[in-house]
């Protein structure tokens, strides 16, 4: 069986890049930073769902005492928790890559039920489907290309999506199109692409049976989260999930996703099909969690877990490999450059 490192660094380029990598850096600081650990993993973990529960928890309080002055300081909430679910699904993503944790039982059962339940994925589908992102990046059968094609675009356009994410368009399309994939009506993916599946063997029973196997964990846990909340009389709390899911974690995916690839070049170079992002305080609070920002290295040595990114980072720069990282608001006003 292959190893992770053969799934997902396929490829001339990639095979090139990580070469120059060996003879810049050497074998001993790769395969140091390619050191996976299960404390990191879980700290990573336990970091993220303290400051979910911290946000409902101050959500909950300022409506209980706060009243109609509770509103913009339960949407400020609702921003952040938008960035931690965020989080979550980039620990599904490490999950995804094997590197959350060193055990790979461990690796594979903290990330199906704490971080990719959560947030509607489903590790294996998401694992095969990343894989493909990997091998093509930046080319015409990179599977990511619908998140950033259009850009650069107006900054009323872009202004369109933001409004789009915000006000709940965005979220809602796409927990439909989530529970169409897991019903086997469409081909499961995370770029929002509709590719219809012809089953003509296929009827209404099966397509339910086929969600509800698919979509198992998350009903799992959300069903136990609202009981939990239910018996507490903190409905409230599930209710709060629910909105930052629907209406702030979409701006935060999409602002994630321009910083990374768009406006980047179309070729198999990761230097040029790929950005790091500098990040600030508030940048890595909504865009940026578990050092996803560095995203030149992720793709560099998928194999380097992301508590190692930033000293990968700061050796990949002293080295002059990668150029000097964009803010965020930098990339937007790149993003919205057209017209």
């Not at 790929?274 to 890595?284: D, E, Y």
Request: charged share 20%; proline share 4%.
């Amino acid at each position: 069986m292959k190893d992770d490192r053969d799934l997902f660094e396929t490829g001339l380029l990639r095979e090139s890049a990580r070469q120059r990598l060996n003879d810049i850096l050497g074998e001993d600081t790769i395969r140091r930073l390619q050191q996976r650990s299960d404390f990191q993993g879980a700290i990573g973990v336990a970091k993220c769902w303290f400051a979910i529960f911290l946000l409902l928890g101050l959500s909950w309080l300022a409506m209980d005492i706060l009243n109609y002055w509770s509103i913009p300081l339960v949407a400020l909430c609702l921003l952040f928790l938008g960035g931690r679910i965020l989080a979550l699904a980039i620990l599904t993503h490490e999950g995804a890559h094997r590197t959350l944790f060193a055990n790979s039982k461990l690796n594979d059962t903290v990330t199906h039920w704490l971080c990719a339940a959560p947030v509607y994925l489903d590790l294996l589908k998401y694992r095969h489907h990343h894989a493909q992102h990997h091998i093509h990046t930046g080319t015409d059968k990179d599977v990511d290309l619908p998140l950033i094609e259009g850009f650069p675009t107006t900054r009323r356009s872009l202004l369109r999506k933001f409004i789009r994410d915000l006000t709940g368009q965005t979220g809602l399309k796409s927990v439909i199109g989530l529970a169409m994939m897991n019903a086997e009506l469409i081909r499961w993916n995370v770029a929002g692409v509709v590719e219809k599946l012809n089953r003509d063997d296929w009827g209404t029973l099966k397509h339910f049976r086929a969600f509800f196997v698919n979509s198992r964990r998350t009903l799992i846990f959300h069903t136990a989260f609202f009981a939990i909340a239910f018996s507490l009389s903190l409905t409230e709390l599930f209710a709060l999930w629910w909105a930052a899911y629907l209406f702030t974690y979409p701006f935060c995916i999409r602002v994630r996703a321009i910083a990374e690839h768009a406006v980047t070049e179309r070729t198999g170079d990761m230097l040029k099909n790929t950005r790091t992002t500098r990040a600030g305080i508030m940048a890595r609070a909504l865009f940026a969690p578990c050092h996803v920002n560095f995203h030149i290295e992720h793709h560099a040595l998928v194999s380097v877990p992301f508590w190692q990114l930033p000293e990968l980072h700061r050796l990949m720069q002293n080295h002059n490999i990668t150029p000097p990282p964009p803010n965020y608001w930098q990339v937007l006003k790149m993003a919205s450059s057209a017209g």
